[in-house]
C-alpha cells in the first residue's frame, strides 16, 4: 500500500506523466507488447496510449494486432467505474483490444459488464501494478522513488 501511494503521490499534478508510467508497466508486464507508446495531451482519440501486440512471438510468422491503453492515476479508495471503461471499449476498433491501467481497482458493476458482454479489455491495478514492479526488481520505497526518479522527470 505504501508503494502505491507513492505512485500516487508522484503523478497527482501531472496525469500525462502517468500515462508514460502506464505505458512502461504495461510493456514490462508481458514481453509480447513489442510497441506502445503515448498519444498526445489533447485531442487523442480517447486512448492514452497505443501499442502493438505479437501472438507467438516465437514464430517468424507471428501475428500482430493493435491495443488501446487508457491510464488513470486515483486513490486507493477511488475506483474505476462505468463511465471510465466504457470509454476505453467504445474506443477500440476491430480486432483491438484495450488494457486499462489504474493504481486503484475496477469496480464490481463496470468488472461484470466487461466480463458479461466479452469485451477485449485487460486490467492492471494496483495490486498488479506492484507485481510488476517486484517481477523487475523493485521491491520497496527506496528501489521505487529511485525508479521513478530515473524514468519520470518531472
Do not use: W
Not at 507488447?33 to 489533447?42: A, D, F, G
Not at 491501467?101 to 459488464?113: D, G, H, L, P
Amino acid at each position: 500500500m505504501n508503494m502505491l501511494n507513492i505512485i500516487i503521490d508522484y503523478f497527482s499534478d501531472n496525469p500525462y506523466l502517468f500515462e508514460e508510467f502506464a505505458i512502461l508497466i504495461t510493456t514490462l508486464s508481458d514481453k509480447n507488447i513489442i510497441n506502445c507508446q503515448n498519444t498526445r495531451p489533447t485531442r487523442d482519440g480517447g486512448r492514452d496510449g497505443i501499442g502493438e501486440y505479437k501472438i507467438l512471438n516465437g514464430l517468424s510468422s507471428g501475428l500482430k494486432t493493435t491495443f488501446a491503453l487508457e491510464a488513470k492515476c486515483y486513490s486507493v479508495s477511488n475506483s474505476v467505474g462505468v463511465k471510465e471503461t466504457s470509454r476505453l471499449i467504445s474506443r477500440i476498433k476491430h480486432r483491438e483490444f484495450g488494457v486499462f491501467v489504474t493504481t486503484s481497482y475496477v469496480a464490481k458493476q463496470a468488472y461484470e459488464e466487461i466480463i458479461e458482454d466479452n469485451h477485449p479489455i485487460a486490467i492492471i491495478s494496483g495490486t498488479d501494478i506492484i507485481d510488476i514492479l517486484f517481477k523487475n526488481d523493485i521491491t520497496d520505497s527506496d528501489s521505487l522513488i529511485k525508479f521513478l526518479n530515473d524514468n519520470f522527470h518531472k
